[in-house]
């Protein structure tokens, strides 16, 4: 079973999060209802169970929260990957949502590494989630889950659509990459993980 269980607890936040890459159940509480219903798409178009319940504090923004949830998010695939042994490493996807369109491109070769490109408007969506969270949510996820990670919005005007397009697009991406395609390690070094 390639699953993971990750809990944080700072003065910020309180997360508790399992990661099944194989797939399972799915429940998302964060207390910011956009940023549940980008989590719900990694789960829904990457194939994975995820449950996470997760606090913080609000009352000063989503900042702590959002990047928090990245890094647990990180560390549960880094632990579900084990050794890396037999995946397949890289993915690549883009995803449309009516007038946008999103690419991510994921390598999942032990080195983090995240190139952003998305020109978002500073602005605020739904019940507080703001949208400059996007980028550091990507960056926060690929450090901890030590892997490569290309984002880019390539055109779109509705916001909602065009951070969705790109949550769709690293849920397949990192569907492809997740994939088990034998028993070696894709890499000459002998290694993914250092």
């Keep these: 079973m390639r699953t993971a269980i990750v809990q944080r607890h700072t003065n910020e936040t309180d997360i508790r999060l399992e990661l099944a890459l194989d797939g399972g159940t799915t429940a998302i509480s964060t207390g910011l209802g956009f940023f549940d219903h980008m989590l719900q798409q990694i789960a829904k178009h990457g194939g994975f169970g995820l449950v996470l319940k997760a606090q913080g504090d609000l009352q000063v923004d989503s900042h702590h929260l ?62 507080g989630f703001q949208t400059e969270m996007v980028r550091e949510f990507f960056i926060a996820f690929s450090t901890r889950g030590a892997f490569n990670l290309h984002a880019s919005i390539l055109y779109g005007t509705n916001v909602h659509h065009r951070i969705e397009a790109l949550f769709k697009a690293l849920a397949r991406a990192l569907k492809q990459a997740v994939r088990v395609e034998g028993d070696e390690i894709a890499s000459t070094k002998g290694t993914l993980t250092a």
């Design 66 to 127: 959002v990047e928090d949830v990245g890094l647990c998010l990180g560390d549960a695939l880094h632990e579900a990957l084990g050794d890396r042994r037999g995946i397949a490493r890289f993915g690549e996807a883009h995803a449309p949502l009516d007038e946008s369109l999103a690419r991510v491109v994921v390598d999942l070769s032990g080195r983090p590494y995240c190139v952003f490109q998305a020109d978002l408007p500073i602005m605020v969506l739904g019940d």
